[in-house]
């Protein structure tokens, strides 16, 4: 579940967001429409911490809890269970592709001089963990051959796909995907909108923003 209760925010004292309100149920695709500059993407900010709005409430409900996440920072909601893509795709691009996927992993441990130089088992089986689930992502969107490869060496698609890919790697209960399809092929747009079923199926919570009403739609 994902909610918003009167969502205000002003910039230069223009309304972008003006008493704004919805309500997620759990385990649907919900689309976020509207022309450009409707103030769109500030509500993605807003809901994931990286803007702070100037009146509302948001509420989320992970692991079978309710909670207010209004002034919470960007990572202790993706702790949380809520993650994100970006419009303007926001990648390592001079590390791998696999590399990518395994910064978004969870890791359980405080990182102290004593866990990594005691290697312990428990935090050796965590990082298999993290290792086989990112292996399991990048075969989820199709980029397993592009493992090893530079991400900047990636298109545009693969690079959509690979964010898809690392948000996933957090094991989000409610997602959020700005714009997932822009600027991408029909293939790959084709390609997305059926991982979003899989998703679906898996009931998770997806909130995105898309132009494309025939993609809405379908």
Known sequence: MLETKNLVKYFDGLPAVDNFSFLIE????TALVGPNGAGKTTVFNIITGFIEPDKGKIFARTDNKKRNITELPPHKIARLGIARTFQKIRLFAQMTVLDNLLLATKYRFHEKLWTSLLKSQKVAKIEKENYDRALHYLEFVGLMDKRSELAENLSHGQRKLLSLARALCL??????LDEPTAGVFPKTRKKIAGFLNKLRSQKKTILFIEHDMHFVVD
């Open 171 to 176: 094991e989000p209960e409610i997602l959020l």
């Open 26 to 29: 759990p385990g649907k695709i």
